[in-house]
Structure formats: structure tokens, C-alpha cells
């Protein structure tokens, strides 16, 4: 009986797909969706992190991903920045934060006074996610462990959360941005800090000015002295 059941299926699946489209596997690739997370404390090095990471099936935003944005950075940052989740830009390069709100960060990183490749920069979840939607829990969980083990290996002195998704998820609270900037949190034993998404500072720019007092807190944790205005 079960074997007749899947013969029929077999067949109903067969007449379907040359009524699909060619591309219509993209969509319907399947996704090892429901496995468990990975163990974050099981990787031994960035290496490993990066390797597990090829290919990634854990979710369904792999469905429609081009490439994995695992992020970029310094091996030795003092700082790391968190985002949430690639852009349009950031799926077709596999870089993070390079489209507008990128240039955005940029640019707040080099008013700190170093440089782009001095800090990290990752986001919450390493795939595009439709539309540029928030990522989803279940999403999130899956890919928590590595931005856990990035962070556990790069050792920034001090995270700077960007946003309501980073903030939520480090910190695994609900309040608000507001309630929460101005004060030094910890994530794991590494001071955080929450701003902003550069995104919102496109978007309302009169709060850049708060945003530049959250990173000159992050900066003075660091011992950072503020660059000579040019
Ligand atoms: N927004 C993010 O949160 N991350 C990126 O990498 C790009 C835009």
C-alpha cells in the first residue's frame, strides 16, 4: 500500500514538474529546515566557523540566497559591528553593509578614526532574506551559533549592536533602542553597545547626532581618542 502511495506521488510530483518552469526548482529547493542548531562551542577556529558555514542549508533562506555573507573585518578587531541580515548588494558580493546604509557605516567608522578593515562587520543572519524582511526566529536560531562563535574568536573588546533585530537577538530582549542606548551591556562577557541601523539614520538623520554619542562611548571604553576634525 505504501509503496503504491509513493509510486503516485513519484508520478503527481513528475506531471508537475514539466508544468513548472525552469527555474522553478530555485523556489522549491529544499532546505534542511527543522535540523538542530550547530553547537557554537563545538568550532575550534574561524576556520571551521567558515566551513560549516558552505553551503548552508540549516534554513530557508537558502532558497533564494546567492551567497553567504559570513562578514569582513580585521582578525583582531577591538570592535565589531552587528547588523542585521545582507541587503540586495550584500547577496550578490557576499560582503556586508556595502550598499547605502554601508557607505553609511563607513563612514561612522572612519569618523571613529580607523578604518573599515580595522573592525568586523556581521549581521544576525548570513543570508538575504526575501524582500528584505526581518529575519525570522526560526532563522535567527539556526544561525545564531556561528555570529557566537565569530565573536567568541575575534574577541572584540567591545560589540556595537546596529539596530532593533542585533539588539533583540544579542541581548534577547524587547525594549526599546531608546530604553537601551547609553548604557554598557554585556554579551557574553564582552561589553555591547546598541545604536541606530544605519539604515534609520538614512531615514532620520537628526539621529546620526545620537549615534555619534553611542560610538564616542564605545570609543572611550576603547581608549580611543576622537580624530582631529580636518
Ligand atoms: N543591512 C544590514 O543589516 N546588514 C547588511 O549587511 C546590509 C544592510
Not at 32 to 57: H, I, M, N, R
Not at 152 to 164: C, E, N, Q, S, T
Amino acid at each position: 500500500m505504501a509503496k503504491k502511495t509513493a509510486k503516485k506521488t513519484k508520478k503527481t510530483t513528475k506531471r508537475l514538474v514539466g508544468f513548472l518552469p525552469k527555474n522553478a526548482f530555485v523556489m522549491t529547493k529544499k532546505s534542511k529546515a527543522g535540523t538542530p542548531p550547530v553547537d557554537a562551542s563545538a568550532f575550534s577556529s574561524l576556520e571551521e566557523v567558515y566551513q560549516s558555514l558552505e553551503g548552508c542549508e540549516r534554513c530557508k533562506l537558502c532558497k533564494g540566497r546567492t551567497n553567504i555573507v559570513r562578514g569582513e573585518g580585521s582578525t583582531k578587531p577591538e570592535i565589531m559591528f552587528v547588523g542585521e541580515a545582507p541587503g540586495a548588494k550584500e547577496d550578490e558580493t557576499g560582503r556586508p553593509f556595502i550598499g547605502r546604509s554601508g557607505q553609511l557605516l563607513t563612514k561612522m567608522i572612519e569618523a571613529m578614526g580607523v578604518k573599515r578593515e580595522d573592525v568586523f562587520i556581521a549581521n544576525v543572519v548570513k543570508c538575504r532574506p526575501p524582500e528584505n524582511r526581518a529575519p525570522k526566529p526560526d532563522e535567527v536560531e539556526q544561525c545564531r551559533p556561528f555570529l557566537e562563535a565569530q565573536i567568541k574568536m575575534l574577541k572584540p573588546k567591545i560589540v556595537v549592536a546596529l539596530g532593533k533585530t542585533a539588539t533583540a537577538n544579542l541581548l534577547q530582549t524587547k525594549e526599546a533602542i531608546g530604553e537601551l542606548r547609553g548604557k554598557i551591556h554585556s554579551y557574553q562577557g564582552t561589553k555591547l553597545i546598541v545604536t541606530f541601523h544605519p539604515a534609520y539614520l538614512l531615514r532620520n538623520p537628526p539621529a546620526k547626532k545620537d549615534c555619534w554619542e553611542d560610538l564616542q562611548r564605545a570609543m572611550k571604553e576603547l581608549g580611543w581618542k576622537a580624530p582631529a576634525k580636518s
